[in-house]
């Protein structure tokens, strides 16, 4: 395996959070017997923006008026709370807020009015809606912070062009966290830049699919805001098909397969050349138990998009697709391939491991364990079953990956 320097250093990006008190929303209808609706409400707000905001450090209240000594050793920055009442036969009127905790100042608010019957769907919109602005107020908090860190604001297409050629280089922490700056930077100069936006989660994506690159809160992190990041530059521009290309591969990190399958379909109908596209299409489909017909595609990527940087990726997919096939010889082939053009690379790394040992090439697997160790000492427990195993149900895909997961391990390699 080619030989690699450095050790795994802090995520320098995605360090902040937000302090967020949940009060439930008061009942003005009159009926007591609706207060099993609000309290369902509060409940299913709570739930929701603790799977999707690990970047929030969350608080029930009960009730919107917060005395500061109430709440011994926490601070709570914003507030999220609301009312109910009658808009009238059979119709609900919700308002819902979120302020300043010092203020009380309205930093956003909203009024839906809807029939009894859509209220369980309309409840789901309008939680999915707060979420999205507590992002948006997390992504305000890490702009500030990373703008300060640098120093004195830059230009827009200054801050867009340093993202890009510095992202543009090889698939390594230090790079993809410097083009996170710079995209976070662009946004401080204009937030509803879509080139920034993009660009921004493409890097969430990033540390994600290389969990051994920080700790796993700033992955999971990186997870959320990455996924309504890329979904609000979705909103300002439906027709920015690198955007489809990115939630999809975010949503398929996250497991959500079908999801991901979607969003690839969508940028392909609008750019059949679309390289990252074609590529990651494939390699989503590895988790829904077909990388047996996965290489074309992945041959496909290769001819559509001549880059070291991109090769290196696409060499990687089809190798574990090739792995878990069972053709070993032809995985090895591929994944020494992307090593080459980037020998820093942890999941060719690993599954080279892999592949050398379910070959029978002890002695290699063995010394190339030992140098993902000396890569990456700080590498989180249970990154391998998060982003390869729990991701996907598959029947098929599962049979495929037990065996793979259970070789790493007996390497050490308790990931």
Known sequence: MPKSDGTALPWRCLMSNIPIGVAPLRNL??????QDFLDAFTSELFADLTCRGHGF??????????DPASLPGASIRYIVAGSAQCGGPGILRVNVRITDAATSEYLWARRY????????????????????????LLLHQE???????????????ECLSTAATVHGGELRPELTAEAQRWYLAALDDDPRNVEALVGLARTCQELVSNPWWGDPAAAAVASDLGREVVSLALDLAPGAVEAHCVQGMLHSAAGKLDEAARAFEQALAMDQGLAIAHGFAAYNSVFLGNAGNTLPAIERAMRLDQADRRHSIWFFFGGFAELLAGRTEASISLLWK??????????????LIAALSLSGRYREAAEAAQLFHQQYPDCPAGALEQLWLSRSSSATYRAQILPVFDTIRDLGLGI
């Open 113 to 136: 009015e809807f029939g009894v019957e859509e209220a369980v769907r309309v409840q789901s919109k309008i939680i999915r809606r707060i979420s999205r602005e507590l992002h948006i």
């Open 143 to 157: 702009i500030a912070r990373a703008v300060g860190e640098s120093g004195a604001g830059l230009e827009l297409d």
């Open 29 to 34: 209808m009159g009926d007591l017997d609706d």
């Open 57 to 66: 450090e969350l608080k029930r209240l009960a009730g919107e008026r917060v």
């Open 338 to 351: 992307s090593l080459e053009r980037n020998r820093s690379y942890g999941s060719a790394q690993l599954f």
